[in-house]
Nanobody, 124 residues
Framework: QVQLVESGGGLVQPGGSLRLSCVAS????????MNWYRQTPGKQRELVAS???????NYADSVKGRFTISRDNAKNTVSLQMNSLKPEDTAVYYC??????????????????WGQGTQVTVSS
């Protein structure tokens, strides 16, 4: 069974930095796109940053120039370096990945997997 486990959330003052990490475990044949989403109460989950298998990246306008997404394919991890944090960055951050795997002889391509979420709070 494929699992995504996040770490690195916490409380930080405005202007500070945090680094989130997410590791994929289990049996799979390929990890395709990897993304970070965030969600605040009463709002839809929004895409923060994405990275493809060839390291092409995209960012939400609200985080461009402050956040950096990266991946380590050898370690099956994706990270989000968050700098110059603002109170409006406060949210639960979720790791997401499209992962392909075999279940016996059955190939399951690009299945959506989510982490459990990690809280990021930016407050003085």
């Amino acid at each position: 069974q494929v699992q995504l486990v996040e770490s690195g959330g916490g409380l930080v003052q405005p202007g500070g930095s945090l680094r989130l990490s997410c590791v994929a475990s289990g049996s799979f044949s390929a990890i395709n796109d990897m993304n970070w989403y965030r969600q605040t109460p009463g709002k839809q989950r929004e895409l923060v940053a994405s990275i493809t298998t060839d390291d092409s990246t995209n960012y939400a306008d609200s985080v461009k120039g402050r956040f950096t997404i990266s991946r380590d394919n050898a370690k099956n991890t994706v990270s989000l370096q968050m700098n110059s944090l603002k109170p409006e960055d406060t949210a639960v951050y979720y790791c997401h990945a499209k992962i392909s795997s075999f279940s016996g002889a059955i190939y399951r391509g690009n299945v959506n997997h989510w982490g459990q979420g990690t809280q990021v709070t930016v407050s003085s």
